[in-house]
Every structure is written in C-alpha cells, then in structure tokens.
C-alpha cells in the first residue's frame, strides 16, 4: 500500500494483506498500519488498483470500514473485491470500474491505466501525473507475448511514457534475483496436455484460486481429453463463480459436476480443481492428503498436480502435504521435477526491459523481501542509473520530490495490524507477546492456599505445567518446583505480606529464576493465590 500525497489531495495505489507467519500463532491476516491514513482521512481522494491478488486488495473491506473513497480497478478485479465486501458486510462501497488505456482526471491528479501481464486477467500498471511529475507504479507484471487472454504488455505505451519523462518508476522486484526472461504461462498447458494424456485415473490439480489464467489452462486440457470439472475449496469455489459470471473463465455448465456427486463420476472422465497448492493446513488439499475430505479420496489410480511454487516459508507444509499425497499411493507433479508452474513476476531481462523503455530519473524497488529490493537496484546500476537516484525502502519510509529531486525525509507511523478471530489487534501488544512466549516455552501454573488472616501457606502448593515439560520424565523438576514455591510463601509470610499481587511477584520472579537455571527454559508463570 502507497500513499502519493500532494497539496491538492492524496492517492493510495493498492491495499493489500499478508499472511501470518510462524511467529504469530492464532493470527488469520496480516494488514498494513493505517495511522498515516488516519491522520489525513480529509485529503484521500481515492484508491487506486493494480490487480485482484489478495497482496494487492486483501485489505480493502478493513480499510473502506473507515475511510470513504471511490476505487478504481479493472472489471475482475472489482468483481473480486465486491466479492470480499459483501462477505465482510461492507455495503454501499464506491466501486469505479476502468479498464486499459483509460485516462482520467480527479482530485488534482492525472492517472492513467496501461495493460500489463501477470498471472490475473485485468492487471495494470498505473501512470500518475501528479505536481512534481510522472510516476509509474508496475504493479504486479511480467512480459508474456503469448498470453493466455487478453494482449500481451503494452509496451509501446510504457515507452512513450519514457519518451514524456519519468521522474519516478516504482517498479515490482519479486523475481529480481532470477536471471533472463520468465516463460510464458503456455508453457503450463503443454505440461498439463502431457500429464492429461498420460494419467487415465482421477487428475486433482492444485492451485491459486486467483491463478484465473492456470485454472483456464486446466479447462483447456479437460476439454480436449473429454474431462468433466469439479471445484472444490471456498475460495476456488467462489472465484470460479465471479470469474465465469464476468467472461474470463470459459467453463461450460455442461462441464461441470458438482462436489458432491464426485464418487458417480468414473475417474478417467474427471478433473478436480482445488485450493491448496502451499499447503495451508485447512485446504482442501491438504485434508484430501490427510483422508479427512468429506467428498474425496485419493489413492494409487490418481495423479494430483501443484501448480505453484511454495511461498517462503511454506515450504514444509507443501512438502508435508506431497508426502502425505504419495503415501496415499497418488502420483504427484509438482516443480521443479515438471513445468507445472511459471512466475508472474518479472525476472531480471524483462526489469531491464522495463527500465530501458520507462528511462525514470529514480527507481523505487517495490513488492518484496528486501533482499528482492536489493538485487533490482543492482540490476538497475548495472543499466547506468546512478546509486544516489535509487531509493530501497522499507515500511513507513517516506520520498519528497520537489524540483525533479528527490529526497527522503521522517518516516511515518507503519507497522503492521492483525486480524485475530474478526477483529484487529496491534502486533505489538501484549497478547502477541504472551502467545508467543506459549508458544516457545509453555506455561507453568502454580496454586497456593493461603489463611486470609496469617498468610500462612495451608499445605503444599499445586503445580500444574502445559507445553513446558512432562511430569512423568520431569527429573523430579515439578516436586523441586513446589519446594521453591514453599520457600517464597514463607519467607513472605515471616514478613507479614498481605498484598497478594506482591505475592504474586515473589513467586513469579523465584520460579523463574529456578527454571530459568535448571532448563534455560522461560516458561509464562501463572500464580494464583486462594484465601481459605
């Protein structure tokens, strides 16, 4: 999420989500901060977006629950945010379609919509004419002369915005450490014609449900080998719905069968779309390789394809899920051992490429891990653009452009936000903290019976452990920790202490440092004292 702000207005391009990692348990999303929003609500003029991946989009029912302003987005994309509105219960949303080519005027800004290629029908890039000059933001693209709808990037176009004078080009950086060219998304469908024509079993395909482009592909070959289609998973579901509603999915009624009647259709005569493809433990693929689907099975007659590479950090999970699949007797095809996938990022001739033709006075590497950032700045200084007109970012950095130069000045309040079981909550609280430490070290908790009158200790103290040992192979640790327990209350009751939270303290503080030395462990510590 960017925020272009100027005397006249402001303009956010995108508003997209993460999602959590392993350092955040319980947490379902992940949003951007939006104080600096909040701080000049008055001045947004609208958002402006780039395509329908939820990195791009995934925050925007969150974000119009507080802000109004119209958004701007290619016909698919709107489709797939109105979507998200509605089962959020946002209602009476400014929804302003666009397409390619388009160019308009509003709130002191010039913006215009140029056709780029991803792996999403309805990607564009954005060219904005502000006060200090043309910006370009890529948004999310690569250069496919063959793709599978629409036209290929409009590269004649982004060059007569090189001709015009670009002051600055934000441009996407996640293939950036990826050497030559990106294939072309047909190259997927003569993999999967290969597979299709050597499987006679059940074929399972896993993939991104906003992959509309793979999920085509997919169609494609099912059509020429006579294959019904099945859609499972909600979000596969649901964007095949809008996608086929909208013109952009070319799947017959005819061809498809609903989940339910799955087991009447003989094997070699279906093809089954599914969520799953990183391994999210609640994915339909991943409950289809654990055997607890509730209308597929899979065994040694199926093939099953993932057609994604894991995200970082997905790894183990898609791994764990391929294992679980081939356990089950199923042949899998997954990258690298076929060409079932290709990237919709730039690699590092099509940036060159980009940066010939746009020729930005500055380079803003965006959409990335930083080290993704780096490495287009290389590639960037490897065409002649000087270090000094580069600026590599992270969250909350803030660029001023007067007089075509560029400069950066105090960052903004950013950080990140979560959504915790439908509601949002700051990362930085004290919750997070205290899940993360269960997480890590467990939890020791500790009952004491005190007289309400002396503060004498009434017998001995219980302790109960969850995550942090097993009391069967403790080496008498749970026994040693009561007698430290029994310690701290009758030294505070020799000194008369009736406040039970400093009570709470002291033993809080002693087991700690007992557990701290015996495991090098820090489990949380949950005193609780009872007057009898």
Known sequence: MTAVHQRSG????????????????????VLPDFTYLREHADRLRGILLTHG???????????????????????????????????????????????????????????????????????????????????VFSGDYKVDLTPIEGEPIDLGRLAALG??????????????ERPGYVPSERVVGETLNEVFRSVEGRIIVASFASHIHRIQQVVEAAKQ?????????????????????????????????????????????????????QGEPLAALSRIASGTHRTIEVGPDDAVVVAAHPI???????????????????????????PV???????????????????????????????????????????????????????????????REARRIENVPSGMFVVDGGGLADTSGAVMRE????????MFIVVARIDSQSGALVGEPDVISRGFVDPQAANGLVEASI??????????????????????????????????ERTNKRPMILPLIVEV
């Open 163 to 176: 001709e015009e004078g670009v002051l600055a080009y934000f441009g996407d950086s996640t293939n950036s």
């Open 341 to 403: 996938h290709v990237s919709g990022h730039a690699a590092q001739e099509e940036q060159k490429l980009m940066l010939s033709l746009l020729k930005p006075r500055y380079l803003v590497p965006m959409h990335g891990e930083f080290r993704h950032l780096m490495h287009h700045a290389f590639t960037a200084r490897s065409l002649g653009i000087p270090e000094e007109r580069i600026f590599v970012l992270e969250n909350g950095a803030r660029l001023e452009f007067r007089g």
């Open 312 to 338: 970082p950090g997905n790894e183990r999970g898609v791994s764990r899920t391929i294992n679980n699949l081939m356990r089950r007797g199923a042949q899998v095809f997954y990258s690298p051992l076929k």
């Open 483 to 516: 007698e430290v327990v029994s310690r701290t209350l009758r030294r505070t009751a020799s000194r008369n202490i009736t406040d039970w939270g400093q009570l709470k303290n002291e033993i809080r503080r002693d087991l700690t440092s007992f557990l701290a």
């Open 225 to 277: 080998h006579d294959r019904l289609v099945a859609v499972t998973g909600r979000s596969m579901v649901r964007n095949v719905q809008i996608a086929r509603e909208l013109g952009y999915l070319d799947l017959p009624d005819a061809m498809m069968v609903d989940q339910r009647d799955i087991r009447r259709i003989p094997d070699q005569d279906l093809v089954v779309l599914t969520t799953g493809s």
């Open 435 to 442: 899940r993360q430490q269960l997480a890590e070290e467990g």
């Open 10 to 29: 402001m303009l956010v391009v995108d508003a997209g989500m993460a999602f959590p990692d392993e350092e955040m348990p319980g947490i379902d999303l």
């Open 53 to 135: 991946h939820e990195d791009h989009v995934g925050a925007i029912p969150y974000l119009l629950r507080e802000f109004r302003a119209p958004v701007y987005g290619t016909r698919l994309t709107l489709g797939l945010v109105e979507s998200k509105l509605q089962e959020f219960g946002v209602k009476n949303a400014d929804l302003r379609e666009v397409s390619a080519g388009e160019k308009f005027s509003f709130g002191g800004f010039n913006v215009e919509f140029i056709n780029v290629n991803h792996s999403i029908p309805g990607a564009v890039a954005v060219a904005l004419r502000t006060s200090a000059g043309l910006f």
